[in-house]
């Protein structure tokens, strides 16, 4: 462990390649909206270099880094109390993404359990980013020195090898450049699935629309997709255990807990024993009183893209002062002559 003191920071971010769901919401945005109202420094990037992992259209990834940037600002996040970001205007993120690829193990990257689900099959066919991908998110995260990332489950390894790529740095060049940061992983979303099937995470990438809950759909579809998201024919449980081998059901009741600010107890208590039939309707308009603000929100910043730009503009000076004088802490501890 270093014996060096790291401010507390925190450090995240979300690909901006296509809708944002209600698990990034509430696996993520929802939570970077109340560590930043804690006091903490706060770094929230748009990587929109990670999203180029995979074919996006030009066009459409312009408009989906400022949607991103307005669903952030929507939410709740303030730019002046955090730096918000896109991530390919620091360029500090590609350089130290190559110093620690020359770092990270092909070991190490070859346990990556994302890049076996998103290849599939297809290995061969994917780019070498996809693959190296994580020794960039470990950039990301390093080049702040970022104390604490809070992320949704699924990206908990990736954060893991941020601290083996981080101890090896320190151990390789006898340095205390990088603090190995923690995860955060908290509350009842940190794993939202797929209305159609239980044991899939929600994800942007689902072919299937229906299987998610997209920020930026209209009440009538959050409510159809409620009513249809797939559930089995018993009633609710009154207690917790009793959730444990009906995955699509305890997703529903996370959802509700996650959006209510409560505990699954709690909404166990008050729905034990009622119907799908009943908890559906009231989960639908929870869940859209709670994102029809937002998305109308979106919808008024995304009218003044000039306005976004500006501010992600603002946020990169801002989280370039930070990180440059990392990078050059990490170039000279490599033996990278520098200005
Ligand atoms: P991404 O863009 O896939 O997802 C962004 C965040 O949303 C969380 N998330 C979920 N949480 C709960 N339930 C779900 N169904 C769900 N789907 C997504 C993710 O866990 C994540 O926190 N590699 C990252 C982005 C990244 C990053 C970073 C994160 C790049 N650099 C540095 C933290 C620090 C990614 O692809 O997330």
């Known amino acids: 462990m270093s014996e060096v003191n790291f401010k507390k920071r925190v450090f995240s971010g979300i690909q901006p390649s296509g809708n944002l769901t209600l698990g990034n919401y509430l696996g993520a945005v929802k939570r970077f909206v109340e560590m930043q109202n804690t006091g903490i420094e706060t770094i929230y990037c748009v990587v929109d270099l990670h999203a180029i992992t995979v074919w996006q259209d030009p066009a459409a990834l312009k408009n989906q880094t400022r949607e991103l940037a307005a669903a952030y600002i929507a939410c709740g996040?303030?730019?002046?109390?955090?730096?918000?970001?896109?991530?390919?205007?620091?360029?500090?993120?590609?350089?130290?993404?190559?110093?620690?690829?020359?770092?990270?193990?092909?070991?190490w990257m070859n346990r990556m359990t994302q890049f076996k689900d998103k290849a599939g099959k297809n290995a061969e066919k994917m780019s070498l980013g996809l693959y190296a991908y994580p020794a960039l998110m470990a950039a990301d995260i390093l080049a702040y020195q970022a104390t604490h990332v809070p992320v949704?489950?699924?990206?908990?390894?990736?954060?893991?090898?941020?601290?083996?790529?981080?101890?090896?740095?320190?151990?390789?060049f006898k340095s205390e450049v990088f603090p190995l940061p923690e995860p955060i992983i908290e509350g009842t979303a940190t794993r939202i699935m797929?209305?159609?099937?239980?044991?899939?995470?929600?994800?942007k990438s689902d072919p299937?629309?229906?299987?998610?809950?997209?920020?930026?759909?209209?009440?009538?579809?959050?409510?159809?997709?409620?009513?249809?998201?797939?559930?089995?024919?018993?009633?609710?449980?009154?207690?917790?255990?009793?959730?444990?081998?009906?995955p699509e059901a305890r997703n529903l009741v996370n959802i509700y807990a996650a959006l209510s600010d409560t505990s699954i107890t709690a909404v166990l208590q008050e729905f034990g024993g009622?119907?799908?039939?009943?908890?559906?309707?009231?989960l639908a308009e929870l869940a859209v009183n709670h994102l029809a603000p937002i998305s109308n929100e979106?919808?008024?910043?995304?009218?003044?893209p000039t306005e976004i730009d500006r501010i992600l503009g603002d946020g990169a000076q801002r989280a370039n002062i930070i990180a440059s004088p990392v990078l050059e802490k990490v170039k000279n501890a490599i033996g990278i002559v520098a200005r």
Not at 194 to 203: E, F, N, T
Not at 211 to 228: E, L, Y
Not at 298 to 304: F, K
């Open 77 to 107: 996040l303030d730019p002046k109390k955090s730096i918000l970001f896109n991530q390919s205007q620091v360029s500090a993120h590609a350089e130290l993404g190559w110093i620690l690829s020359c770092v990270t193990r092909l070991g």
């Open 208 to 246: 299937s629309d229906k299987s998610r809950i997209n920020m930026t759909d209209n009440a009538d579809t959050i409510a159809s997709k409620i009513r249809k998201a797939k559930t089995d024919p018993d009633s609710l449980p009154s207690e917790i255990e009793g959730l444990s081998s009906r």
């Open 194 to 203: 797929s209305l159609r099937d239980g044991s899939k995470k929600m994800s």
């Open 274 to 282: 009622q119907q799908f039939g009943t908890f559906k309707p009231i």
């Open 298 to 304: 979106m919808a008024r910043l995304m009218a003044d």
């Open 152 to 172: 949704g489950e699924d990206q908990k390894q990736h954060v893991e090898l941020t601290r083996d790529i981080a101890a090896k740095f320190n151990h390789d």
